[in-house]
Every structure is written in structure tokens, then in C-alpha cells.
């Protein structure tokens, strides 16, 4: 018996181009003649869905961790990139410089994190060093150096972009502060000042040591009166007069430390009842408040400082903490130069958090800020769209009718209205016609110009803080989980230069108050509705508040069992 295969040229060339096979059945039929192959190949009939699009996140701070905790995975293909392979709640910093927290304590494993998400989650350990809007793809660095030429640069590309990557310390290009200072931004600035701290009192401690010499070498220096600032400035107070003074008793009268601002005030975004209570405990615990001087110069062992009365002054130090604000990142400038933002501070973004000149960028946290539109910009626009009967000028009603979308898209005209004590948009328009009784009056152009000239005063920038990139975060995924459905269902104002609705209601953030540890278990609260608290009942709020907003029951049960440590056994004072 003799197998013989026959196979058809064209078919098998058929065979060969098709492009998913998944199936091949060969048939060999055998007979006293001869034989035959046959062959057949089934495809999937199954349609296959959609292709995701691809989301890639820059950062796991605050801002992009909340985007992911919130994000539909089953929506998108999403990739992180960043340098860091955790999240760190960074408000409790200044308690991990002194040993009160732990620094595993307050960080979270970014995989930990999207494991519990589920979904089609990628994560990269690497930092993004160039972004490329025009061909939709960033440029990114591995510390690793993996690659075939031993640099670990690859290409990412997107469909969408969040950019999360927080700011940096603000040095205002002052000569020494980057050689010379401790920054207090990430978990190791924090280990770094604790080591610091401990060789300071080390070195004071040596036999050879002059009286000069270790007065410097015990002079601590913060410069920022900001949140992070003083209440760097009030845990290492705490440290030294409950811990270290029992352990170094022969130097502890020689510690001093200094907050350094230049402002007439510390805390200045604080209510002043808040800033007064602050410099007079402060005062009261020997810690030397210099409000109203610059610092100018970092030297090795010495930093320069003006004031208009007293000119120069330098003064020796032991160490110094720089925290004086934010700076932009280095390839966000160059991204913000790229799509003409170039003299801007940070990204400016619109209402609903995507980067200006820019498709499919969207940025959140410290490093863009949302650029208000002003009414006086739009004020042709919005007299165009209201006056439906194309009259040219504009009745009490007629304003009444778009007023609602008015106050979403330009949330100062209701602030501005409430600042100046009006019931209603009569009041408003009063401004610019004194007769507003009768809904048939009208308004010109000119009247509903002056009417609004002044709303625009309250618009104000956000502040940079967690508070205000976990709600971005949050309101981002919202809207990334919604994106299809708002395509056939806007629920956003109207489009003042456009047609229609916008597809989301712009982001609003909502302050929920803030705190100000002050030592000694006295922290001062401010919260919605000018409520000011001071005091040991403040500092108890403060430890519920942090506990509640851990990001895992893991974080949660480590922090509130080293602040029950500390109450018992006292802070580590190991130089590690």
C-alpha cells in the first residue's frame, strides 16, 4: 500500500497568507491505487472586541496612585512608569525623620496595590526623561541599564497620558543649597536627616571637641516656615527634649534650632490665629523664629542670610533642611516648551485636567495647575449664547436660563457673588443696570460687561498638596470610567465656544481642612467653615484622620503601632 500526497499549489499558498489559523485537519485517505492528502483549516468565526486603548500613568504619588486605585482596568490597557516601585504617604515625612514612624511604615508596593485592582495592570521601574506629544510616545530611562547598549532606554507609546510625576524641591538658585541641605520630599530625605541628626549629636559627643564646635555641630537649621517646615521643626523639638537629652546629657543644653522665613509670618496660608499660636509656642520651646530673612548663600559650615534692618548675617550650622517650595522637573520643562508653555511655572491644564496644546495629555498633583478660564475672556461668547432671541441685548431671564451652566464653568461668578453678600444674579446685575425689578429689562453688552468685570478676582491657583492630587486622581478615573458612555450622554455645562455639552462636569476641589503639628501633642486644625482647633484634642483628630487615610490596613496597623511604640518605649535613636 503506497501513501501518496497530492498537494494543490494555490491552496497551499492560500493556506500559508491566511493570517490566524487555528485549527489544521489532515486527511489521509488510502486506497489500492493510490492515496490522497486533504487539508482544512477552521478559523475562529468569534469576533474579536475592540482593541483597548492604552493608558500609561507617570508617578505613584498621590495623584496617579488614586487615578489607578479608582480606574476600570477592564476598560484599558494600563501602564505605569516610574521611579519608584511604591507609594509613600508623604504627610507623615517629618515623623519618620525623627523615628516616630518607620519608613516601611508609611510606603505601599505600587504591584501590591494594582494586584488588589485586578485587571490589565503593567508596571515599569524607570523614569521618564522625554515626552513626544506629536508621535504619542515618551522616552524612558531604567536605572537597571538592561539593554544591549547598557543605557535601559526604551520607547513607551499611548493613547492616553497621565502625567503624576509630584514636583521637585525649589531651590531658587541660591548658590549651595544642593550641595549643602537636606531636602524633605521623599522617604530617603527622610533617612538621610535621621542619620544627619544622629551624626550631629555623635560628633557633639567627641572628647576633642571644643565649646564652639559642638554648639555648631547642635545647631539645626529649617528653612521654609510652611506646613512641612515647622512641623519638621516641632518633631525634631520633641525628639531632642523627650529622647535625646536623656541619651546625650552632656550636650543637650548646646541644641538649637532654627525655622528660617522669609515672609513676616509662618504658616501664612493658615488663619492667624493658627500663625500666633504657632510662633508663640514656638518662642515659648526655645525654637529661634527669624521671620523676614532670605537666605542668600549655603557654605559648608555656615549660612548667609539678609534682612532689610539687620543686612548680612551668617551663622554656623550643624545641618539645614531645605523646604521652601516646588520646582518643575527637568523634563517637564522641557515638555512645557515643547507645547508652548514655556514661562510657566508648572503644566497649565483646563477645567477637566487636560494639558493646554496638548491631545490626549492629562496631568494631576504638584506638577500642573488647572488655568481658570476667565469670564472676561468669554464674555462675547457667553452674551452670544444667552441671547437665544438674537436681540442683542439680554433680559433678567434670558441670564437666568444659562445662569446655572455660568456658575459650573465659571465657579467665580458664585464665589464672587458670595463674597459681596448677593441673594441672586438681580444683585449681580444691578452693578451694571440699576433696574432689575421686572425680568423685561435689558441689558447691552457693555452693561453685561460691567456687570461681570470684577468676578474674575476670585479666581485663585490650588494649592500643592495631597489633598488636592488624590481628588484629581479620583475625579480622573471617574471620568476615564465614563468616557464612552459621556460621548453619547454629556452631563458638562454648555460649550461656550462650541456646540453642545462638554462630556464631564469640570473638576471642583473640595477643601476638607488642614493640620499643623505643632509638638508636644498639640497639632492646630482648620477646617470648612472657619473652624479653628488648637490643642491636645486637635493632635487626637490628626492621628484619626492619618490612620484613616493609610492606603492599606497593612500601613494602617504599622502606623498606629509605632505611635504606640513611641508612647511606650520612646523613639529609636540607631543611626540607621
Not at 559642638?214 to 527634649?241: C, Q, S, W, Y
Not at 534682612?307 to 523634563?331: C, E, H, K, L, Q
Not at 482648620?526 to 493609610?550: E, R
Request: glycine content about 8%.
Amino acid at each position: 500500500m503506497r501513501w501518496t500526497a497530492f498537494v494543490w499549489e494555490g491552496a497551499s499558498r492560500a493556506f500559508n497568507q491566511r493570517p490566524a489559523v487555528t485549527n489544521l485537519v489532515l486527511v489521509l485517505a488510502a486506497s489500492g491505487g493510490g492515496g490522497l492528502v486533504a487539508y482544512a483549516d477552521s478559523q475562529s468565526d468569534q469576533p474579536q472586541g475592540p482593541k483597548k486603548k492604552k493608558v500609561v500613568v507617570l508617578g505613584t504619588g498621590w495623584g496617579g496612585t488614586t487615578f489607578l486605585r479608582n480606574l476600570d482596568s477592564k476598560l484599558y490597557d494600563v501602564q505605569v512608569i516610574s521611579p519608584r516601585n511604591y507609594f509613600a504617604f508623604t504627610p507623615l515625612l517629618p515623623s519618620v525623620t525623627c523615628g516616630t514612624v518607620e519608613p516601611r511604615s508609611v510606603v505601599e508596593p505600587i504591584r501590591r496595590i494594582l494586584e488588589k485592582k485586578g485587571g490589565d495592570f503593567k508596571f515599569w521601574e524607570a523614569e521618564c526623561f522625554k515626552i513626544d506629544p506629536a508621535k504619542k510616545k515618551i522616552h524612558c530611562r531604567s536605572n537597571a541599564g538592561t539593554n544591549f547598549d547598557g543605557n535601559g532606554e526604551f520607547l513607551v507609546d499611548y493613547d492616553y497620558l497621565v502625567v503624576a510625576v509630584g514636583a521637585r524641591s525649589n531651590t531658587f538658585n541660591t548658590p549651595g543649597v544642593e550641595e549643602n541641605c537636606h531636602f524633605l520630599k521623599e522617604v530617603e530625605d527622610a533617612q538621610k536627616i535621621r542619620r544627619s541628626v544622629m551624626d550631629c549629636f555623635e560628633k557633639a559627643s567627641l572628647p576633642y571637641l571644643n565649646e564652639e564646635e559642638r554648639t555648631k555641630n547642635l545647631h539645626f537649621v529649617i528653612v521654609g516656615g510652611g506646613p512641612t517646615g515647622v512641623e519638621f521643626a516641632a518633631e525634631l523639638h520633641d525628639f531632642v527634649t523627650e529622647d535625646l537629652s536623656k541619651l546625650y546629657p552632656s550636650v543637650q543644653h548646646l541644641v538649637k534650632i532654627s525655622l528660617i522665613e522669609a515672609a513676616d509670618h509662618i504658616l501664612t496660608m493658615f488663619d492667624k490665629r493658627i500663625t500666633n499660636f504657632a510662633e508663640d509656642k514656638f518662642g515659648r520651646n526655645g525654637i529661634d523664629v527669624k521671620t523676614g530673612y532670605k537666605v542668600v548663600k549655603v557654605a559648608k559650615d555656615a549660612i548667609t542670610m539678609q534682612n532689610p534692618a539687620a543686612g548680612d548675617v551668617a551663622v554656623p550650622y550643624g545641618m539645614a533642611v531645605w523646604s521652601t517650595g516646588i520646582g518643575t522637573r527637568p523634563f517637564i520643562v522641557d515638555f512645557m516648551k515643547q507645547i508652548g508653555q514655556a514661562n510657566r511655572r508648572v503644566l497649565a491644564t483646563d477645567e477637566w485636567l487636560r494639558v493646554r496644546e496638548c491631545d490626549d495629555v492629562y496631568a494631576v498633583g504638584d506638577c500642573a495647575t488647572i488655568n481658570q478660564r476667565r469670564v472676561m475672556e468669554d464674555i462675547s461668547e457667553i452674551f452670544r449664547v444667552a441671547d437665544k432671541d438674537k436681540s442683542g441685548t439680554l433680559t433678567v431671564k434670558e441670564i437666568q436660563d444659562i445662569l446655572e451652566d455660568i456658575y459650573v464653568r465659571y465657579p467665580q461668578v458664585k464665589l464672587y457673588m458670595k463674597s459681596k453678600q448677593m441673594n441672586g444674579i438681580a444683585d449681580l446685575i444691578r452693578t451694571g443696570n440699576g433696574d432689575t425689578e421686572k425680568e423685561s429689562v435689558e441689558l447691552s453688552i457693555e452693561e453685561f460687561k460691567k456687570a461681570l468685570s470684577l468676578v474674575d478676582s476670585q479666581v485663585k491657583n490650588l494649592p500643592a498638596t495631597a489633598q488636592v492630587a488624590a481628588q484629581q486622581g479620583q475625579y480622573l478615573a471617574k471620568c476615564f470610567n465614563k468616557m464612552e458612555y459621556a460621548e453619547e450622554n454629556p452631563e458638562g455645562p454648555i460649550r461656550i465656544r462650541g456646540e453642545g455639552r462638554h462630556r464631564f462636569l469640570p473638576f471642583r476641589y473640595r477643601h476638607l481642612g488642614q493640620f499643623a503639628p505643632l509638638g508636644g501633642e498639640q497639632t492646630a486644625a482648620q477646617l470648612p467653615g472657619d473652624w479653628v482647633s488648637i490643642g491636645h484634642s486637635s493632635q487626637w483628630l490628626w492621628y484619626s484622620v492619618y490612620a484613616t487615610k493609610q492606603i492599606s490596613w497593612r500601613t494602617r496597623a504599622l502606623v498606629i503601632s509605632d505611635w504606640g511604640r513611641r508612647f511606650i518605649f520612646g523613639r529609636d535613636s540607631s543611626g540607621i
